[in-house]
């Protein structure tokens, strides 16, 4: 039986590990460093256009970048990259407890973990445009400005689909979704590949999904081929605004992801039961 107190205290205990490693730490202070960077020019520009700019705007400028959730999976590899967390405690940990409630524990976390990395994300873009921002649920006027073409250097951070079928707030909860169960199924590709097959098969496993979502960004691929991307189910400006279109729906992607997600979770759970751990060349 799988006990949650337990796997509740493993999760934690991962999570306080991150404070002494420094693999966390770098993750964290380049994922802040993307954020300002990727904001700067969007709040900059308003600003010196005497525009004020709605608060969540700079969020949606960043994650809706043609590469933003390259550069974000890699930060994420670099935070999930060694599970399932095996130390010289764990067989003691397991002797008080039991596997399942383990293996409970490494999804509570990674599910935890991608909740601060997203939110810390959300957190750094309010901030960046906090002086020019408002709270209302409409487009600013630079938003309006630079997507009917106004010049920021040739970049358009806003598609005029994206102002014409949502507003801000919709579009925030939507990116903050997508891009949540995008981190949380990386997440467990990492676990279940690692699990089954060997440390190093879930970050190949990512970095071919990687590979194939970045020629999907640049348009190697058609609007077909789109559904085998997960960068594309992750970011919002990439769907499908009509029911005529071939690109997925938003409420298509967030199906991918659960069903995902679930299907991984189970297979790394039956998994667990059979997993050999080894320690110094004991195996338990």
């Known amino acids: 039986m799988v006990n949650i107190k337990h796997a509740i205290k493993f999760a934690l205990y991962d999570l306080k590990k991150w404070k002494r490693n420094p693999r966390i730490i770098i993750a964290f202070i380049l994922l802040l460093l993307l954020c300002l960077t990727l904001t700067d020019k969007y709040v900059s520009y308003a600003k010196s256009m005497g525009m004020a700019i709605q608060a969540f705007e700079p969020f949606i400028v960043v994650f809706t970048g043609k590469y933003t959730l390259i550069y974000l999976s890699l930060l994420i590899l670099l935070v999930f990259n060694d599970v399932p967390f095996l130390e010289n405690g764990l067989p003691y940990y397991l002797i008080r ?21 997203i939110t810390f994300s959300l957190l750094v873009c309010l901030l960046s445009g906090f002086h020019e921002a408002f709270a209302g649920n409409m487009w600013s006027e630079a938003a309006v400005f630079i997507s009917n073409g106004g010049a920021l250097d040739n ?12 507003l801000p707030y919709t579009a925030t909860a939507n990116i903050y979704g997508l891009t949540l169960l995008y981190t949380l199924l990386i997440g467990c590709i990492l676990y279940a590949a690692n699990l089954i097959r060997s440390k190093y098969a879930g970050t190949l496993i990512v970095g071919i999904l990687i590979f194939i979502g970045y020629i999907s960004a640049i348009r190697w691929l058609g609007s077909k081929f789109a559904w085998f991307s997960i960068l594309v189910h992750a970011n919002y400006t990439t ?12 409420s298509d992607s967030y199906a991918i992801f ?27």
Do not use: C
């Open 97 to 117: 407890s039991n596997r399942k409630s383990w293996v409970i524990g490494q999804l509570i976390y990674i599910a935890i973990a991608s909740l601060i990395i």
């Open 155 to 166: 970049v358009e951070p806003f598609s005029m689909a994206l102002l014409v079928n949502s």
């Open 239 to 250: 769907h499908s605004f009509y029911k005529t279109d071939t690109l997925p729906r938003v």
């Open 258 to 284: 659960v069903f995902l997600i679930f299907a991984l979770s189970i297979i790394s759970y039956r998994k667990s039961r059979k997993y050999q751990f080894s320690f110094s060349g004991d195996q338990l």
